[in-house]
């Protein structure tokens, strides 16, 4: 990859939204930051097989119902038996970012600069290719998979995790410390908060309760972080990435913004940012705590991951039928 500025550089941008990587890669790129992973970065990322060890990343679908975000009906699964001997099957209400998922650079614009890269409004639609996860399925995830395991790292450091925990980049930097790894260009960053796993242990009556999320701090300094990392994709166990409630401080709320019709708000959110101006793909609700659990076993937090979303001409979002393999 070429010298790219770093992220101080972009706040000062004046040829595009300040604090974006709009044309770095191309005028009419759809990648993003996924232009980090590389062919050297999979080639690379192959020689960290030793055990052949395959996890599975993704919980089955219908595994979030009721959905977190309050619109999405369950998936019905019909199966059909055209004759006696032959069957198919069919899926209604399949909601592609309602369990594990990948939000592509469609999933969010920015309420002042809009879609990623200048893509205009029009052009995000159903079938039509801008900015679609079909491009994501197109190049492929194929590289070098980093955990971050937070539970663990807060208790080696004596500290207690707060439900709502706000990860810092130094909270992360300490994390890979004491998991004995440090991050290259390209990167697949998976951040495991435990989150998942204790609201699969709930009931029903406690989920409908349940009130905050650990994840990453909304902050320029986090957005620093992570672009000057040059991290490829960046996905965690909980349903936003992001720490929930959002900081009110961070500079990223608009006061005078309703509340959507439908749905969860995202304002405050690093959403609008990492997806609209930096062009980082997201993951939620991967299932990270079995590859956790043998990270901790054997000390060896890097792995080969792939994932690869449906290739859906303009889709936003994906499955990731990701898998990491030790």
Request: aromatic fraction near 8%; charge should be negative.
């Amino acid at each position: 990859m070429p010298d790219l500025p770093d992220y101080a550089a972009l706040r000062r941008r004046t040829d595009a939204p300040a604090g974006s990587s709009w044309g770095l890669f191309g005028p009419g790129d759809d990648l993003g930051m996924l232009n980090f992973l590389t062919p050297q970065c999979a080639a690379a990322a192959a020689a960290l097989v030793t055990t052949g060890q395959v996890f599975d990343l993704d919980y089955p679908v219908n595994t979030f119902v009721p959905s977190l975000a309050g619109t999405r009906p369950a998936t019905r699964h019909t199966i059909l038996a055209d004759d006696p001997d032959r069957r198919g099957d069919r899926l209604d209400s399949f909601y592609l970012q309602s369990t594990s998922q990948i939000d592509g650079l469609r999933h969010i614009r920015h309420p002042e600069a809009g879609f990623y890269n200048g893509t205009a409004d029009a052009d995000v639609t159903e079938g039509a290719p801008r900015l679609g996860i079909q491009r994501v399925a197109e190049h492929g995830i194929v590289g070098r998979g980093v955990l971050l395991d937070m539970p663990r790292a807060f208790a080696v450091q004596g500290r207690p995790m707060e439900r709502t925990q706000a990860f810092t980049p130094s909270d992360l930097d300490a994390a890979a410390e004491i998991h004995g790894v440090s991050f290259r260009p390209g990167d697949i960053l998976l951040i495991h908060t435990g989150w998942a796993e204790r609201y699969l242990a709930l009931s029903p009556a406690e989920r409908a309760a349940r009130r905050g999320s650990p994840g990453l701090h909304q902050s320029h300094a986090m957005l620093a972080w992570l672009w000057d990392h040059r991290f490829s994709l960046v996905a965690a166990d909980n349903g936003g990435l992001e720490s929930f409630p959002v900081d009110p401080h961070s500079g990223f709320v608009y006061p005078d913004e309703p509340p959507p019709e439908r749905g969860p708000s995202h304002n405050g959110m690093m959403h609008r940012q990492l997806l609209a101006l930096l062009g980082l793909l997201i993951g939620e609700l991967w299932r990270l705590a079995e590859l956790a659990d043998a990270c901790a076993r054997d000390g060896r937090y890097e792995f080969l991951l792939t994932a690869k979303p449906l290739n859906l001409v303009g889709g936003v979002g994906s499955p990731p039928n990701a898998m990491a393999v030790k």
